[in-house]
C-alpha cells in the first residue's frame, strides 16, 4: 500500500466525520508540496475532481503570478511549521479549473504521522463576501460621490440665498432711503403748497386791495373765481398729460385766453397765486408722491406762463389806454387852436 493509500486510510479514519462535513476547503499537502488528500468542499471551489488534484504539485492551484512567490513561502513554511488559524492569514487567489480566479482565505495547520509530516490548508470561499464588499465600496463610493454633489448644489444653493438675503437687504435699504427721501420731498412740496397759500391770502395784500376797491376775486366774484379755478385745473391735467403723453399742444392759446379772462376782472398776482394754489391743492390731494411731484413741477410752468400772459395782457391795455388819452389830447388842442383863430 502506498503513501497515498495509507494517507487516505489514516485521514477516513483519524478525521472523516470532521473534514467530509467541513463548509470550507480541506487539502492535505506533504512537504514537498504535493496534494495527498481534498474534501468535496474544495473540489467545488477549485472545480476539479478528486483524481485531477492528487498526485500534484499544489501551484496547480495558484495563479502563475504568484507560483514563484508561494514556493518560497512554502519553503520557509516547511523549515518551521506552525499553524496559522482561519482569519489571520492574508487572502490569497485560487486558480478555478475554467481559469478564473477564486478569493479564498487560507489557514494552515502542520501535523505528523509516525511517518510523515503533512499540512493541512483550509480554503474558505470569499466570492460572496468579495461580491458583497465590492457592492458595498461601490455603494459608499456612490453614496460619497451623491453626497459630494448634494454638498456642491447646497453650497451653491447656500451662495445664491446668501446673495438674494444680501440683495434683497440692499434693497429694503434703498428703499428705506428712498421713502426717506420721498418724505422729505413730500414735506418740501406741502411746504410750496402752504407758502402759495399764505401769499395769496397775506392781509397786507388784502388791505392794499381794499384801499383801491379791488377786492380778491373768491371775495367779490366767488361764483367766477371757482369756475375759473376748475378750468385752471383742467389746465394743470393737460399739462400733465402732454408731459407723460405728449399730447395735446393748444394748452398756450388756452392758457393766454384764460389770462384774459383775469384781466378783464382787474385779477392781480395773488389772485393768480391763489387759483394756483388751490387747483394744485385739488390734483395732488390723494395722488401718488410722483405723480403730485409731477404736478407741482409742471405747475411751477404754468403759473408763471399765465402771469406773463396777464401781465401781456395788462400792458396791451396800458398801451391802448395811452394812445386813446394821447388822441383826446389832440383833439382838444385843435379845437382851442381853432377857437382862438376865430376869436382873433
Do not use: C
Not at 479564498?104 to 468579495?130: C, G, N, Y
Request: cysteine-free; glycine content about 4%; proline content about 4%.
Amino acid at each position: 500500500m502506498d503513501d497515498h493509500m495509507v494517507l487516505q486510510q489514516w485521514v477516513l479514519t483519524e478525521y472523516q466525520d470532521v473534514l467530509l462535513s467541513l463548509p470550507d476547503g480541506a487539502i492535505i499537502i506533504d512537504t514537498g508540496g504535493v496534494i495527498r488528500w481534498v474534501n468535496p468542499a474544495a473540489l467545488i471551489i477549485s472545480g476539479y475532481a478528486d483524481h485531477e488534484l492528487v498526485g500534484e504539485q499544489v501551484e496547480k492551484l495558484i495563479p502563475e503570478r504568484f507560483q514563484l512567490a508561494h514556493l518560497v513561502h512554502r519553503s520557509t513554511y516547511n523549515d518551521h511549521p506552525w499553524p496559522r488559524p482561519m482569519g489571520t492569514s492574508s487572502e490569497l487567489m485560487v486558480r478555478h479549473k475554467q481559469g478564473h480566479e477564486v478569493p479564498v482565505l487560507i489557514s494552515l495547520i502542520p501535523w505528523q504521522t509516525p511517518e510523515h509530516t503533512f499540512v493541512t490548508a483550509f480554503l474558505r470561499d470569499m466570492s460572496e463576501q468579495k461580491a458583497l464588499e465590492t457592492a458595498v465600496q461601490q455603494a459608499n463610493e456612490r453614496l460619497e460621490r451623491e453626497v459630494k454633489e448634494r454638498t456642491a448644489d447646497l453650497l451653491l444653493t447656500n451662495q445664491k440665498l446668501r446673495e438674494e438675503i444680501s440683495e434683497k437687504q440692499r434693497v429694503e435699504s434703498e428703499l428705506r432711503l428712498l421713502s426717506a427721501e420721498l418724505a422729505r420731498r413730500q414735506e418740501l412740496l406741502m411746504e410750496e403748497l402752504h407758502s402759495l397759500e399764505t401769499y395769496s391770502r397775506s392781509p397786507a395784500s388784502k388791505v392794499t386791495a381794499r384801499t383801491y376797491h379791488l377786492l380778491p376775486l373768491d371775495e367779490s366774484l366767488p361764483e367766477t373765481f371757482s369756475q375759473l379755478t376748475r378750468e385752471y385745473e383742467s389746465l394743470l391735467e393737460m399739462a400733465l398729460q402732454i408731459k407723460t403723453y405728449k399730447g395735446d399742444r393748444s394748452l398756450s392759446e388756452k392758457l393766454r385766453k384764460l389770462a384774459e379772462q383775469l384781466g378783464s376782472l382787474n385779477a392781480g398776482p395773488q389772485d393768480v397765486t391763489h387759483l394756483h394754489s388751490l387747483a394744485l391743492t385739488h390734483k395732488v390731494t390723494g395722488a401718488p408722491q410722483a405723480k403730485a411731484a409731477v404736478y407741482f413741477q409742471e405747475g411751477r410752468l404754468l403759473v408763471l406762463q399765465l402771469m406773463g400772459y396777464l401781465a401781456a395782457y395788462y400792458r396791451s391795455y396800458s398801451l391802448d389806454f395811452l394812445r386813446k388819452h394821447a388822441s383826446a389830447n389832440d383833439a382838444d388842442s385843435s379845437w382851442e387852436r381853432e377857437d382862438n383863430d376865430h376869436g382873433g
